[in-house]
Nanobody, 123 residues
Framework: VQLQASGGGLVQAGASLRLSCTASGITFSHYAMAWFRQDPGKEREFVAAISQLDGSSHFADSVQGRFTISREDAKNTVYLQMNSLKPADTALYYC?????????????????WGQGTEVTVSS
């Protein structure tokens, strides 16, 4: 199983970025997918998740209204659209996948992780 994240970069506050995560080795349409992020020296935190059953999604309060998550099962890819970026969004962003949507915020519940893509937002 491999999850390949991409799309990070250096942007100014207020800009937008779209992260992508492409999976291989799994039946992607059977997997709930999520994004987490981690700033150096801090714990990894939940950002967003999307269900494999009905496409429903959930977001951390800190990104609600600014970020959207979507999936394209035909391309085995999940996206994170990040708008109105803030310096506080600076982190290494990881995608993750698992078979059930239950406990979507639980880091420990995800067996599969991508390598991370770096997002830096300057003020």
């Amino acid at each position: 199983v491999q999850l390949q994240a991409s799309g990070g970069g250096l942007v100014q506050a207020g800009a937008s970025l779209r992260l992508s995560c492409t999976a291989s080795g799994i039946t992607f349409s059977h997997y709930a997918m999520a994004w987490f992020r981690q700033d150096p020296g801090k714990e990894r935190e939940f950002v967003a998740a999307i269900s494999q059953l009905d496409g429903s999604s959930h977001f951390a309060d800190s990104v609600q209204g600014r970020f959207t998550i979507s999936r394209e099962d035909a391309k085995n890819t999940v996206y994170l659209q990040m708008n109105s970026l803030k310096p506080a969004d600076t982190a290494l962003y990881y995608c993750a996948g698992k078979r059930t949507y239950r406990d979507y915020q639980s880091i420990r519940s995800y067996p599969y992780w991508g390598q991370g893509t770096e997002v830096t937002v300057s003020s």
